[in-house]
């Protein structure tokens, strides 16, 4: 539908292991116009965000074989993910202790709660990051 | 050593010339004048006078030349001794006799004391670094080419849970038994580093350490040097992060496990309900339109009760945190009502809004601002009965604070239930048993206004509605504010949002 296309279309990762969401995600961010790429695990996410050029990261803080935290820092560590400057937009449904909140606002560019946003909103949230 | 010598020589030519030929020459003496003068006497006295005269001659000269050598060497002995600097140092100026010699064992006197000094010094200084290396409330260890200990503090020693005797000379992995959250191990590093570093430096966070019937979690800081002048090859620093690591584990609540696992399938259900009203709707009739905004709306409420659970816990466990930055509260509001407008027209309700103009900016954590009004307007939807209209306004109140008003023309409460409103888990027999609810709505309502420095009010009689009030301090009143706070983090109702230039300043 035209009226739902973004105004600036992205090239996006999302990494996420419920595959319900992935799957609702990667639609609605497609039907806006943004190019989709997912990983359903840490390590393949990390792997994909290191050695292709994204302009958005999607990062859940809970993924299996590392967590989110592990990601961001690596790929905010130039040492270990050098030419990475994507944006990274934290996806979760944890509530964060302090210090992990305090780190996620140091590191991260943006941050949902993905029950309070559905697949449609998050498609104008990226809007407003990007 | 020629200096020696030759000292040797003249103390020998000393001890001859002042013995024997003094005694030779007055013997010569005495047998010639007995001879020619043929006076014994004046042979005697002439004889013995030579020989006090050559005695004395001779003894002047050994004094010039073993004595004064001696002591003066003797005082310079002194002079370095411990706790006898009140000794002058020797002069040497007046000594004439074996001058070279006293000079230069004088000055290797002074050479050895002082090399002493330095050695004492070092000693000093090690000791201090020994000191301070086991004061050190982190573990420090050192190995050698071989990967054997080569140095480790008392700190280390501990962590080890070994003495520092029985460690040293270990191979590392004797010592350590280290486990990994991932694949970026200790080993592997050290491999790659020996193998293609000269130098190379890197740090593990929550590394767990074995160390006879307890672990610990560590932060392990590592440095690697393969041409290292002193043979250190690793220096390891362990910071010992147990109480902080096992805290950040219990941090994430039973509370906070439930809250996402309710959150995760409310999250796929709200995204398939979306999907299906954007894809399908066109395709239903009024009737079955109707059904599935009630399934959008219900899904909200859910995750508005789900965010309530999680609130009340935060409060309860002293955790609730507010962020506060400066919002034009007339948006914040229409946002806020624009969410709900499903929920309402669900249950055949319609909000009417009123928003005084040229209201000022204010302080809010609006995450948490969006759950006070959604909790009022909820209520208000919830218990208003027949009545069709719930009317949320705002103005400038008499203190200079933003007041909110949320009002309905419902069946209003009994005075006797007023008082308890706010409170946990507080509901009105009444409401018990004709609406559903857990009681925890108004208590995060007050909750987070007081926490914002507002105050909560109500108003209501029986049978002619009710009015849920708060205040906001206008952002210019904040402490916060006056503490000139630059804010880079922009929250907004679902997360927030760094460096939003929309939103910016």
């Known amino acids: ?130 | 050593m020629n200096h020696f010598n030759k000292f040797r020589q003249n103390v020998l030519i000393l001890v001859i010339t002042t013995t024997f030929l003094p005694t030779a020459i007055s013997a010569s003496l005495f047998v010639v004048l007995a001879k020619q003068l043929d006076n014994m006497p004046i042979a005697i006295i002439g004889s013995v006078l030579l020989l006090l005269i050559l005695l004395i001659t001779f003894n002047i000269f050994l004094y010039n030349s073993i004595i004064k050598p001696l002591d003066a060497i003797w005082k310079a002995v002194w002079h370095i001794s411990p706790g006898k600097s009140e000794i002058p140092p020797p002069s040497i100026e007046n000594i004439h006799l074996g001058h070279d010699m006293v000079s230069s064992i004088v000055m290797q006197i002074y050479d050895l004391a002082s090399t002493n000094k330095l050695q004492t010094d070092q000693d000093k200084d090690n000791e201090i670094s020994k000191v301070i290396l086991d004061s050190l409330p982190i573990g420090l260890l050192i190995f050698d080419k071989e990967s054997q200990l080569k140095l480790v503090n008392s700190h280390g020693a501990t962590l080890c849970g070994q003495s520092k005797d029985d460690l040293v000379k270990k191979n590392i992995y004797e010592i350590l038994n280290l486990s990994f959250d991932n694949e970026n191990t200790l080993d592997k590093w050290l491999a790659d580093a020996s193998a293609n570093k000269i130098t190379d430096e890197t740090h593990w966070d929550n590394v767990k350490l074995d160390a006879g019937d307890n672990s610990k979690r560590l932060d392990i800081s590592a440095k690697y040097s393969k041409n290292d002048s002193v043979g250190n090859e690793l220096i390891l620093v362990l910071a010992e992060k147990t109480d902080y690591y096992s805290s950040q584990e219990k941090s994430i609540s039973y509370v906070s496990m439930a809250v996402h696992e309710l959150r995760t399938p409310l999250t796929m259900l709200r995204g398939y309900i979306e999907l299906f009203e954007e894809e399908i709707s066109d395709q239903l009739d009024e009737e079955h339109l109707s059904f599935m905004r009630k399934m959008s709306a219900t899904s909200q409420n859910l995750n508005a009760i789900v965010s309530n659970i999680l609130n009340v816990s935060r409060i309860n466990e002293n955790e609730f945190n507010l962020q506060l930055s400066e919002d034009n509260w007339d948006t914040v509001l229409r946002e806020i009502i624009n969410s709900m407008e499903l929920r309402a027209k669900v249950r055949q309700k319609h909000i009417t809004l009123d928003i005084s103009p040229n209201l000022p900016t204010v302080g809010i954590d609006k995450i948490s601002m969006y759950e006070v009004v959604v909790n009022l307007v909820d209520n208000a939807i919830k218990y208003s009965g027949q009545s069709d209209t719930i009317t949320v306004s705002s103005r400038l109140a008499n203190d200079g604070n933003v007041e909110t008003v949320v009002k309905d023309d419902g069946p209003g409460i009994p005075t006797s239930v007023v008082g308890g409103l706010f409170t946990k888990f507080y509901r009105s027999h009444r409401s018990k048993d004709t609406v559903g609810g857990n009681g925890l709505g108004l208590y995060i309502v007050k909750s987070i206004v007081t926490a914002h420095g507002g105050q909560v009010w109500v108003k209501s009689k029986e049978g002619q509605g009710s009015e849920f009030g708060f205040t906001i301090i206008p952002y210019a009143n904040l402490e916060e504010a006056k503490a000139n706070g630059q804010d880079t983090i922009v929250r907004q109702a679902n997360g927030w949002i760094k460096n939003h230039s929309l939103y910016r300043r």
């Open chain 1, 1 to 130: 539908m035209s009226d739902q296309a973004s105004p600036n279309p992205k090239k996006i990762l999302c990494i996420e292991d419920e595959f319900f969401i992935s799957e609702l995600y990667e639609r609605a961010l497609k039907k806006s116009g943004h190019q989709v790429t997912t990983a359903l695990n840490g390590q393949d996410g990390l792997q994909i965000a290191q050695t292709n050029t994204y302009d958005i990261v999607l990062l859940d803080l809970m993924v299996p074989g590392m967590t989110g935290m592990e990601i961001l820092r690596i790929l905010k560590d130039p040492s270990q993910s050098p030419g990475f400057n994507s944006k990274v937009i934290i996806t979760t449904n944890l509530d964060q202790n302090d210090e992990t909140r305090a780190e996620l606002e140091a590191q991260a560019d943006a941050y949902i709660v993905k029950a309070t946003i559905t697949p449609k909103e998050l498609a104008s949230f990226i809007d407003k990051v990007a």
